[in-house]
T-cell receptor
Framework: GEDVEQSLFLSVREGDSSVINCTYT??????LYWYKQEPGAGLQLLTY?????DMKQDQRLTVLLNKKDKHLSLRIADTQTGDSAIYFC?????????????FGTGTLLAVQP | EPEVTQTPSHQVTQMGQEVILRCVPI?????FYWYRQILGQKVEFLVS????????KSEIFDDQFSVERPDGSNFTLKIRSTKLEDSAMYFC??????????FGPGTRLTVL
């Protein structure tokens, strides 16, 4: 079945790099996503990667995809206290005309000053 | 920057009552979705909607649930007879291409 798993918690110091990991099960996923959720807010789309790519860089964010191992990671360079949030990994599964997202449990990133 | 909006932000209802959660997707988007997140659990897909009809629905989306796009701007989720286990945060999302899904801030539904 479709399943996405993440570690629950990551703590880093301000200025360090953060790496959040995710594994997924469905090899037919077309896109993989990272969303950010701050307290009391909705899900903010950070970045996504097409399944035939292995890396995507967007400013401080680097997404790495290992399709063979079904492993996705998000690296945040020079982590700031404003990056403290829950980060969700998601895979898209095609259903009819639309793609539904299957989310992981979310990783709480705590940035220490 | 355009964004998805949802009303109300918090809805409290009695078990067995009907609720309607409202969403205004981003203008010109064609694909619409509802997800929910029960406290402490994963965000779960409920239903997707395209071309004025349901494209896909999950097992959760039973006969108690319905969606509607009553006009050119609103997208609603109706729960006909709420149960305690329907208490959750409900998120609406919209997309122009079905690739990037943009989420609203959510409606917290509390069923007493």
């Amino acid at each position: 079945g479709e399943d996405v798993e993440q570690s629950l918690f990551l703590s880093v110091r301000e200025g360090d790099s953060s790496v959040i990991n995710c594994t997924y099960t469905d090899s037919s996923s077309t896109y993989l996503y990272w969303y950010k959720q701050e307290p009391g807010a909705g899900l903010q789309l950070l970045t996504y990667i097409f399944s035939n790519m292995d890396m995507k860089q967007d400013q401080r964010l680097t997404v790495l995809l290992n399709k063979k191992d079904k492993h996705l990671s998000l690296r945040i360079a020079d982590t700031q206290t404003g990056d403290s949030a829950i980060y969700f990994c998601a895979e898209s599964i095609r259903g009819g005309a639309t793609n539904k997202l299957i989310f992981g449990t979310g990783t709480l990133l705590a940035v220490q000053p | 920057e355009p964004e998805v909006t949802q009303t109300p932000s918090h809805q409290v209802t009695q078990m067995g009552q009907e609720v309607i959660l409202r969403c205004v997707p981003i203008s010109n988007h064609l694909y619409f979705y509802w997800y929910r997140q029960i406290l402490g659990q994963k965000v779960e897909f409920l239903v997707s909607f395209y071309n004025n009809e349901i494209s896909e629905k999950s097992e959760i989306f039973d006969d108690q649930f319905s969606v509607e796009r009553p006009d050119g701007s609103n997208f609603t989720l109706k729960i006909r007879s709420t149960k305690l286990e329907d208490s959750a945060m409900y998120f609406c999302a919209s997309s122009s291409t079905s690739v990037e899904q943009f989420f609203g801030p959510g409606t917290r539904l509390t069923v007493l």
